[in-house]
């Protein structure tokens, strides 16, 4: 009843004290004496349009300014420490800056290094305007937390809320006070190295994490000292490049793209977000970062965005190699009057929009309303106040605190994917207390790099607990363990050692997956199985007879089939971050109950992919067919199938095993007569009890299927979620609450609508969850 193995074969339609840099102290003298500083900044849940404080001092501002000095604000460039994206020409920014020709620098990072930029922006320009430093704050700055896909794997937007939150107070220690996150990009296909930095599949799930992410980094008042803005990307619908690999075109209906891709960076615009990073891709041809239509008509006229819009990394340039433009003036024009504010790295608005508004091309109307953006987020975070960072406060590591934290998000980010009995011996997790011996196997056991995940920030491989270190901890000379290869290897050679140690063990853990740089920008697959030679090592492991354990790390969905049938035991870990040791010996031995749920689905092969829950239906279902074998009849043959693997994953969205057992009983759908104009609110309550004799967390999920539309709706839709504890025997009843939005979809016209009809309804532990009752929405 817990292998979706074998029901997936039957089911196919489940689906951021002024230290003086003494090579500026003359500068900075000679400025002491201008401009009365500005009055204190006040604080802003969000950067507001229509508050008249802020947008007076930004008009004053902006009278003062030269064409040069405005259009320095709409400039940026990555500074030397860290690396995030092709290097050009090396610029004198000490000198640019002293004209007011950058407005932002990125990739620069310490105190003293951001202060000695933000003195000379700050005391050595004319009009002393601050820099806003960027940095690739993804998933933790110096305390690394769990990968962004792993974090949505724990559905608790709570837990995600408080680690962005270490995180905003570290990056701004280190002068940040302006992270490039979070990547809200729908990401269905397994082959998109980026889907690491997802929240996965689903709209409605990657809605609430951007929207903690958010909550995290801003706290609702961007003046905070702590506070650092965010910039929700990528604008728009970069995770769904075609054929999963990174960079490439998306072409997408308008009900697809907002149905489907546009509600996260919707809800994070909504929650304040201060930021919007326009992705790389074409978007049904118009690439992101020249976009009009959605930067413009969606962003800001229907969202009412008043943030600014960075473009990525040079993609104002790469309009050119996109085809659009046929030289950098174009480029520069269509990307500005597109709605991207702010010119990461191209060097194009600062070369080419002098001549541009110069020559009338450029209205100076239209670079004087980017640069009030810019200037409002700067205003807004209070920082022609206070600017700098100060440089003597004592180190940032990891504390005990957040590295409880740390745990807690990679314990909850867990996924049990199987457990099933072992004959003579039972299930193999919890790990039994009298085990004798253990062998521990694999490259990613004692691998303290590549539990960090892409984009590690700030984050030092040394502050982390490894798997061999906790578990050597734990068992002492029980343990042997034995890498038996490495990740990318073909080299058999450790390949004896590691069938010996298991064959004198009680229990093997194997620790495989992919290295952290498999996953992040630039890192699509064509393959989806365990890398090198791991499959083979596994296959070895496995017959020398002893009960085996599974823990797969991992930025992605891996292909498992062989290891889904034969190895008892498999826990998707993910890349955990700087507690990955300790978080897992909990998990494993039972100290804490798993309670990760996949946010996006396992595959057989990389041929399902794309691959997940929220399909449309088919003209042909395969509905009950056997799809494990190759059809046999027309019967079996003409339907939406593949000949020669299952539709359905491996494991489903929401898919993930405890060691306690949960009923869903006494589901009641409180629907009272709504109508398509007024659906009024639908309650549907359920009592979640913990049958079991361990204490343990579920996350109990609804899902719709509205049956009839005038629009082919997806076969299941995730519409709710609670993340709840339930002691050995408890109860909880939970009441989700469903509204006009959770029923709403666009229609023909791309019309956001209730149609009247059906909406069956189901509830539980996953997206397999049975069906619980339908209700009716009346004309
Ligand atoms: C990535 C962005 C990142 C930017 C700055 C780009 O290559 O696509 O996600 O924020 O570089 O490092």
């Known amino acids: 009843m817990n292998d979706p193995l074998r029901r997936s074969a039957a089911s196919a339609t489940l689906a951021l004290v002024l230290c003086i840099s003494p090579a500026f102290a003359g500068l900075m003298r000679k400025h002491k004496t201008a401009p ?138 280190d002068g940040i006070n302006w992270v490039f996150s979070p990547m809200v990009d729908i990401s269905r296909d397994a082959r998109w190295g980026r889907i690491v930095e997802s929240a996965g599949e689903d709209p409605y799930l990657g809605s609430a994490m951007a929207r903690a992410y958010i909550r995290g980094y801003q706290q609702g008042d961007l003046s905070k000292p702590d506070s ?124 080419r929009l002098p001549g541009l508004v110069e020559s009338g091309q450029v209205p100076t109307s239209v670079v004087d309303e980017a640069v009030r953006r810019v200037l409002r987020v700067k205003f807004a975070m209070g920082l022609f106040e206070h600017p700098y960072t100060d440089e003597n406060l004592p180190p940032y590591e990891p504390t005990p605190e957040k590295r409880e934290l740390a745990k807690k998000a990679a314990e909850e980010s867990f996924v049990l994917l199987k457990n ?84 004198n063990a009680d229990l093997v853990i194997l620790a495989l997956g992919e290295a952290g740089g498999m996953t992040g920008e630039a890192t699509s697959r064509a393959h989806l199985s365990l890398p090198g030679n791991q499959e083979q090592l596994m296959e070895q492991v496995v017959a020398a007879g002893k009960p085996v354990v599974l823990v797969l790390f991992d930025g992605r969905p891996t292909a498992i089939p062989w290891a889904a049938t034969h190895v008892p035991a498999i826990l998707e870990a993910w890349f955990p971050g700087i507690e990955a040791g300790p978080a897992l010996l909990s998990v494993l031995t039972g100290e804490v109950s798993p309670s990760g749920k996949l946010p996006v689905e396992f595959p057989y092969s990389v041929g399902q992919e794309p691959l997940y829950l929220a399909q449309l239906p088919t003209g042909r279902p395969a509905g009950e067919a056997d799809l494990s074998q190759p059809p046999t009849g027309s019967e079996e043959k003409y339907l939406s199938r593949y000949i020669d ?88 009843h939970i009441d989700f609450k469903l509204h006009y939005d959770d029923l709403a979809f666009y229609n023909a016209d791309v019309k956001h609508v209730v149609e009247p009809g059906t909406f069956d309804v189901f509830v539980g532990g996953s997206s397999r969850a049975d069906k619980a009752g339908s209700f009716t929405v009346l004309e």
């Open 420 to 503: 099933e009995a072992v004959p003579g011996v039972g299930r193999l997790l919890p790990l039994a207390s009298d085990l004798k011996s253990v062998a521990l196997i694999g490259p990613l056991a004692d691998d303290a790099d590549d539990m960090l995940g892409s984009w590690g920030a700030q984050g030092d491989a040394r502050n982390t607990n490894t798997l061999r270190g906790a578990l050597a901890d734990k068992l002492g000379n029980k343990l042997t363990y034995v890498k038996g290869t490495d990740i990318l290897s073909t080299d058999t050679g450790g390949f004896a050692a590691a069938v010996t140690a298991a064959k």
């Open 228 to 351: 650092v803005a965010a910039s929700v990307k990528h604008f728009a619908a970069y995770g769904a490049a075609e054929a999963g690999r990174d960079y490439n075109t998306t072409d997408m209906s308008e009900i697809r793209l907002r149905q489907v891709y546009l509600p996260p960076y919707q809800a994070a615009v909504d929650e304040g977000a201060a930021t919007v990073m326009s992705a790389f891709n074409a978007l049904n041809g118009v690439p992101a970062s020249a976009n009009a239509f959605t930067l413009t008509k969606i962003l800001r006229k229907e969202w009412g965005f008043d943030g600014l819009v960075v473009s990525d990394y040079g993609a104002v340039g790469e309009l050119m190699k996109h085809g659009i433009a046929g030289d950098g003036a174009t480029a520069a024009q269509k990307a500005l009057t597109a709605g991207v504010d702010m010119d990461m790295e191209s060097n194009l608005y600062h070369s």
């Open 36 to 173: 009365a500083p500005p009055p204190p900044a006040t604080p802003h849940a969000s950067v507001q349009l229509e508050d008249k404080k802020l947008n007076d001092r930004i008009d004053a501002l902006l009278e003062q300014m030269t064409l040069t000095e405005k259009i320095g604000q709409l400039t940026q460039y990555t500074g030397g420490s860290t690396i995030t994206g092709p290097t050009g020409e090396k610029l004198d920014f000490d000198a640019m800056l002293a004209k007011g020709e950058i407005g932002s620098l990125f990739n620069v990072t310490g105190a003293k290094e951001t202060n000695h930029y933000q003195h000379i922006a700050m005391e050595g320009s004319r009009l002393h305007i601050p820099l806003l430093f960027g940095l690739d704050v993804i998933h933790g700055h110096r305390t690394t937390f769990p990968v962004p896909l792993a974090l949505a794997a724990s559905f608790d937007p709570d837990v995600v809320q408080q680690a962005c939150r270490v995180a905003a107070t570290e990056a701004r220690r």
């Open 645 to 732: 693997s299952p539709n359905a994953p491996i494991y489903p969205f929401g898919w993930g095993l405890s060691y306690g057992q949960f009923t869903y009983t006494n589901i009641k759908i409180d629907h009272s007569g709504g109508t398509r104009k007024d659906v009024g609110e639908i309650t549907v309550g359920v009592d979640v009890k913990n049958i079991s004799s361990v204490p343990g967390a579920e996350v109990a999920q609804l899902y719709l299927h509205n049956t009839v539309a005038s629009v082919s709706q997806p076969v299941r839709e995730l519409k709710g979620f609670h993340r709840i504890l339930l002691q050995p025997g408890q109860t909880q």
